[in-house]
């Protein structure tokens, strides 16, 4: 995201999709979704196995970027924001969407470091407290 990215209001959208598209090469994962997630809400995204539900929330983060071959069509907002912009900082914007996955997916760390890796990130202790029993 860029320095602007705070300045939503407490009616404005979290997350909109707008004729939102996802396709892998040829192969359309996600059609044409339109959807508005309120801000402070919880919202669920339900559906068969398959139906592109994981494939939208990884869009969120831009995570699909790193699949070839991916591409989207449509509108995107976070926070009003087009995230598809090419003037979003994509590293800025995954420290502020998180993903909760099915399947654990840790770092190649220990158990101690995976857990203790949010909290040091954010500076919410130091590294030696972190350590502390």
């Known amino acids: 995201m860029n320095k602007d990215e705070d300045n939503r209001t407490e009616n404005q959208s979290h997350v909109e999709a707008a004729e939102f598209s996802i396709f892998y090469g040829a192969k359309q994962a996600v059609n044409r979704a339109t959807l508005s997630i309120p801000s402070g809400e919880v919202t669920a995204i339900i559906g068969p196995s398959g139906c592109g539900k994981s494939t939208f929330l990884r869009a969120i983060n831009r995570m699909n970027d790193l699949v070839p071959g991916c591409r989207t069509e449509g509108r995107l907002l976070f926070d009003g924001q087009d995230l598809y912009s090419p ?28 857990v203790a890796y949010g909290p040091r990130l954010h500076g919410r202790v130091s590294r030696a407290d972190c350590g502390r029993k």
């Open 87 to 114: 003037h979003v900082d994509v590293v800025t914007l995954r420290r502020r969407v998180g993903m909760v996955f099915q399947r654990a997916n840790p770092f190649p760390k220990s158990i101690f470091d995976n």
